[in-house]
């Protein structure tokens, strides 16, 4: 049995999310990518707000070859992104924002109000990393 690894995304959408470590001054967040058309998680990655930490999101969706980026109004997206290749607003963006939301729900660290939280962010990046395998790839963890 041939299986064949599909890397093709025409249109992705992109958007980060906010939780923090120890406390909500040190802020973290979850950067990633789905692709438009299934709504699965292409790349992520996690840090701060800079735009250095979204051009590591970035490089990681190169081998996708994504001719258009759907994004909020951050400038980092207007910064690093074609002009042509880009589009902002919340009409392309329903399926990430919606993903957000089951994320939150899922993870009570990814939560606006809780007090629910990692003391480490090796820690904070594993349980949301493990999360994202589990859900998007079925990939288990077994010890």
């Not at 025409?10 to 709504?39: C, I, P």
């Not at 919606?98 to 904070?124: A, D, G, P, Q, Y």
Request: with cysteine; charged share 30%; hydrophobic share 40%.
């Amino acid at each position: 049995m041939e299986v064949r690894l599909e890397l093709a995304c025409e249109a992705a959408e992109m958007d980060e999310q906010w939780s923090f470590v120890g406390n909500k001054s040190n802020q973290r967040r979850l950067w990633y990518a789905v692709d438009h058309a299934t709504n699965i998680v292409r790349a992520y990655v996690f840090g701060k707000r800079t735009d250095e930490v979204f051009k590591e999101l970035k490089a990681l969706l190169e081998p996708f070859g994504i001719s258009r980026y759907y994004t909020d109004d951050w400038g980092a997206y207007e910064r690093h992104l074609e002009a042509d290749k880009h589009q902002v607003g919340k009409r392309n963006t329903q399926k990430i924002e919606r993903k957000n939301l089951n994320f939150r729900t899922w993870i009570k660290r990814l939560t606006r109000k809780t007090i629910c939280f990692s003391k480490v962010e090796t820690l904070h990046d594993t349980v949301i990393g493990l999360l994202i395998n589990k859900v998007e790839f079925g990939l288990d963890i077994h010890a």
